[in-house]
């Protein structure tokens, strides 16, 4: 156990709906990430946020969007969605802003 | 940015054989790590290597930063190592980036 929680762990919808990721950092880590990985692909930086602040962007689209809340827990909204949003949504937390990044078990998000 | 390549990229294995797999980057970094994604998805640190050597049981690490490379060698391989072998590294800012991974099976 990482110590990093993400919910829900699967999410079935469909096509230009929206849906909420929800992911709760280690203790004491003020970092969180996020990351995308579709079927059989890598993982893609998406967004990284320190102490409630962004601080860099990845490859994510304008349909997306993040934040990190006072108490450090950070959410991704994923909203219009495409079949091609179909993936694996993993969040990472860290001490600092780059420092060993631990990951939570992932969100797994089908669109029909 | 950075770029970061890893190989094999895919890798067959006898129960029982030795393997290394190597993850090239283009820069220099302030961190590295290992991962292994088991064939439930879970994401599992190995390593935090920006430099010199680890090993944990029947894993082991290097990375030469100043060659800009890193080794993750595996012996005796289980059927349970069977999975994808991510090297990630960060140069410093906020982004730490992946390489595509190597994916390893290993037969009984």
């Known amino acids: 156990d990482s110590g990093v929680t993400q919910t829900p762990k699967h999410l079935i919808t469909a096509t230009g709906q929206r849906v909420t990721l929800r992911c709760s950092p280690r203790?004491?880590?003020?970092?969180v990430y996020w990351y995308q990985q579709s079927l059989d692909q890598g993982l893609q930086f998406l967004i990284q946020?320190?102490?409630?602040?962004?601080?860099a962007k990845g490859n994510i689209l304008e349909r997306f969007s993040a934040q990190q809340f006072p108490d450090l827990h950070s959410e991704l909204n994923l909203s219009s969605l495409e079949l091609g949003d179909s993936a694996l949504y993993f969040c990472?937390?860290?001490?600092?802003?780059?420092?060993?990044?631990?990951f939570g078990e992932g969100s797994r998000l089908t669109v029909l | 940015g950075i770029q970061v390549e890893q190989s094999p990229p895919d890798l067959i294995l006898q129960e029982g054989a030795n393997s290394t797999l190597r993850c090239n980057f283009s820069d220099s970094v302030n961190n590295l790590q290992w991962f292994h994604q088991n064939p439930w998805g879970q994401l599992i640190n190995l390593f935090y290597i920006p430099s010199g050597t680890k090993q944990n049981g029947r894993l082991s690490a290097t990375t030469v930063a100043t060659e800009r490379y890193s080794l993750l060698y595996i012996s005796s391989s289980q059927t349970t190592d069977s999975g994808v072998y991510f090297c990630?590294?960060?140069?410093?800012?906020?982004?730490?980036?992946f390489g595509a991974g190597t994916r390893l099976f290993v037969k009984a």
């Open positions: 203790s004491g880590d003020l970092s």
């Open positions: 946020y320190y102490n409630g602040e962004e601080r």
């Open positions: 990472a937390s860290s001490v600092g802003g780059a420092g060993e990044l631990f």
């Open positions: 990630a590294v960060n140069t410093g800012g906020f982004k730490t980036i």
